[in-house]
């Protein structure tokens, strides 16, 4: 089946410094990729769509300027929280939809100390 | 608008035993149904979907689940579970249009006793 991979699976950063995460779609072409957010015994909360070549759509509530998103390519999206606080602290996971299937990432588990 | 529910947050089954997880959606159109399970600090796996045709839709580990329009429901069994069936399960729906996005209930934890 598809496959969709993140990268790193863990990250931790200090406080005010900004750190990216990577997904890919290892064996299709995604032009749209979602990014969620998940908190503890929850369920995943969309933060917003990426599409390849254009800007991101973005949740109310989610501040575009802090979760910034890239698609450069077709297989790849980013995510760069900027100015990471201990409340960022999150696990995040993508999601590409390939045909009428959405397959999901390992998730990027984020502490910010 | 779309919107599911899962009602409860906590199944606990013995081993052996039947596994029923209900979920219900609402959608002012035929919508895709789909059933994800996530493993403890991992992501989401697809257990099984449906999209068109039969109703009754076979997945991974055993699981199936059926499409039932007039009671909008996608309820998720399995006959028999096993320990390793032990983890979040999320039902979502999405629209049929391409680029659509999945709108997820709030999952539901599963246990399994020996």
């Known amino acids: 089946g598809a496959v969709v991979s993140q990268h790193p699976s863990r990250v931790i950063c200090k406080s005010g410094t900004s750190v990216k995460i990577e997904c890919r779609s290892l064996?299709?072409?995604?032009?749209?990729m979602f990014w969620y957010r998940q908190f503890p015994k929850q369920s995943l909360m969309l933060m917003a769509t990426?599409?390849?070549?254009?800007?991101?759509?973005?949740e109310q509530g989610v501040e575009k300027d802090k979760f910034l998103i890239n698609h450069a390519s077709l297989t790849l999206s980013t995510l760069t929280v900027t100015s990471a606080h201990p409340e960022d602290s999150s696990f995040y996971i993508c999601?590409?939809?390939?045909?009428?299937?959405?397959?999901f990432g390992e998730g990027s588990w984020l502490t910010v100390v | 608008a779309q919107s599911v529910t899962q009602l409860g947050s906590h199944v606990s089954v013995s081993e052996g035993a039947l596994v029923l997880l209900r979920c219900n959606y609402s959608?002012?159109?035929?919508?895709?149904l789909f059933w994800y399970v996530q493993y403890p600090n991992q992501g989401l796996q697809l257990l099984l979907k449906?999209?068109?045709?039969?109703?009754l839709v076979k997945g991974i580990n055993g699981f199936e689940a059926e499409f039932k329009k007039s009671e909008t429901s996608f309820h998720l069994t399995k006959p028999s579970a096993h320990m390793s069936d032990a983890a979040e399960y999320f039902c979502?729906?999405?629209?049929?249009?391409?680029?659509?996005?999945?709108?997820f209930g709030k999952g539901i934890t599963l246990s399994v006793r020996p």
């Open positions: 999601s590409a939809r390939n045909g009428n299937t959405i397959y």
């Open positions: 064996d299709f072409q995604a032009t749209t």
């Open positions: 990426s599409n390849e070549g254009s800007k991101a759509t973005y």
């Open positions: 959608s002012s159109v035929p919508p895709y």
């Open positions: 449906y999209t068109t045709g039969a109703t």
């Open positions: 979502a729906v999405s629209p049929t249009g391409a680029n659509s996005k999945l709108t």
